[in-house]
């Protein structure tokens, strides 16, 4: 069965840092694609970043760019999301995903493997 699990989420005061971490089981990220995504209280899910596991290609939503950096670890099956000069408006449960393709796709819908999610709450 293919797995999911991300960790790294907590509290942290505005302009402060987390690091996520999305960790694979049972496949390697050389086939596939893996996008981290955010949802907040009343809002849609929304993607966040995007890493192909093959090459290293990445996406970054306009909101975050500059400010957040995604990395992968083939050797560990593992993928990163660092966080820097967190905002308010970064709180929500972030989550990981894959899809079988060798490109990011910016529709939820188009992921076929999902994390149950991590919190990360920005707050002074």
């Known amino acids: 069965q293919l797995q999911l699990v991300e960790s790294g989420g907590g509290l942290v005061q505005p302009g402060g840092s987390l690091r996520l971490s999305c960790a694979a089981s049972?496949?390697?990220?050389?086939?596939?694609?893996i996008g981290w995504f955010r949802q907040a209280p009343g809002k849609e899910r929304e993607v966040v970043s995007c890493i192909v596991g093959s090459d290293g290609s990445t996406y970054y939503a306009d909101s975050v760019k500059g400010r957040f950096t995604i990395s992968r670890d083939n050797a560990k099956n593992t993928v990163y999301l660092q966080m820097n000069s967190l905002k308010p408006v970064d709180t929500a449960v972030y989550s990981c995903?894959?899809?079988?393709?060798?490109?990011?796709?910016?529709?939820?819908?188009?992921?076929?493997?999902w994390g149950q999610g991590t919190q990360v709450t920005v707050s002074s």
């Open positions: 995903a894959a899809r079988a393709y060798l490109y990011c796709s910016g529709s939820a819908r188009e992921y076929e493997y």
């Open positions: 049972l496949f390697t990220l050389d086939y596939y694609a």
